[in-house]
């Protein structure tokens, strides 16, 4: 059959689509990961910090920093042809939280990026997606000449459930960031077949 569908090869796909947000404390590098990975040109919301803003602004470690994400970062990825991952990155100062509730509305699942310099940064961001139960795994930025420490610390110091997913990554490298999107995506799975099992027994 010359028109046949077979020699049309396979009908197109259609993707799924999710929502993933990208949280944490101010300046850790959530603006930056977004950027990596996305495939359209991130939408951002930047705003020059301000000499007003220097006293609320921790710039430890991050002192060639002179931009802050004021609403959201926007990108999007395809992980595979049927499934493409919406990112949002959420506002790190505490003064924009008021954001957050919009933004992780629809969400299937979270990445809080902590630095080790400043870990306090991420609490706030951990303990909202906890108090929501929404699925979300911890990726420690290792920003170069930041002291190391291994994971089994970093997760003690989070105070983190052992069921919360933790990795190292870069938030500047591309393939870095696609395997902490990617476990974000087998975390939120998992969680939601453990959670359909457990209404179901
Ligand atoms: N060396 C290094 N620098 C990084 C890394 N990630 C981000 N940066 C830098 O750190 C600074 C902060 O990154 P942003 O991506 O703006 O951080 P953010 O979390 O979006 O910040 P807010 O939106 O202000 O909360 C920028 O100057 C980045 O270039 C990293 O993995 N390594
Ligand atoms: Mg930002």
């Given at each position: 059959m010359i028109f046949g569908r077979s020699q049309?090869?396979?009908p197109p796909v259609e993707p799924v689509t999710l929502k993933i947000l990208v949280a944490g404390g101010f300046g850790v590098g959530k603006t930056?990961?977004?950027?990596?990975?996305?495939?359209?040109?991130?939408?951002?919301?930047?705003e020059l910090l301000t000499e007003a803003g220097r006293p609320l602004d921790d710039l430890r470690g991050v002192e060639g920093k002179h931009t802050t994400t004021v609403a959201m970062d926007f990108g999007r990825i395809t992980l595979r042809?049927?499934?493409v991952l919406y990112l949002f990155g959420t506002p790190g100062q505490e003064r924009f939280w008021f954001m957050w509730d919009?933004?992780?509305e629809g969400a299937l699942g979270a990445v809080v990026l902590?630095?080790?310099?400043?870990?306090e940064g991420c609490f706030a961001a951990i303990d909202?997606?906890?108090?929501?139960?929404?699925?979300?795994?911890?990726?420690?930025?290792?920003?170069?000449?930041?002291?190391?420490?291994?994971?089994?610390?970093?997760?003690?110091?989070l105070d983190l459930d052992p069921g919360v997913p933790l990795l190292m990554c870069d938030a500047r490298d591309r393939e870095s960031v696609k395997e902490?999107?990617?476990?974000?995506?087998?975390?939120?799975?998992?969680?939601?077949e453990a959670r359909r099992r457990a209404v179901t027994t």
């Open positions: 049309r090869g396979k930056t990961l977004v950027g990596a990975v996305s495939e359209i040109r991130p939408l951002r919301t930047e042809e049927d499934l919009e933004l992780a902590a630095d080790t310099r400043r870990l909202y997606f906890e108090r929501r139960s929404l699925p979300f795994l911890v990726g420690v930025n290792c920003f170069d000449g930041a002291p190391r420490y291994p994971a089994g610390e970093v997760r003690q110091a902490v999107l990617v476990g974000v995506v087998q975390h939120a799975m998992a969680t939601a």
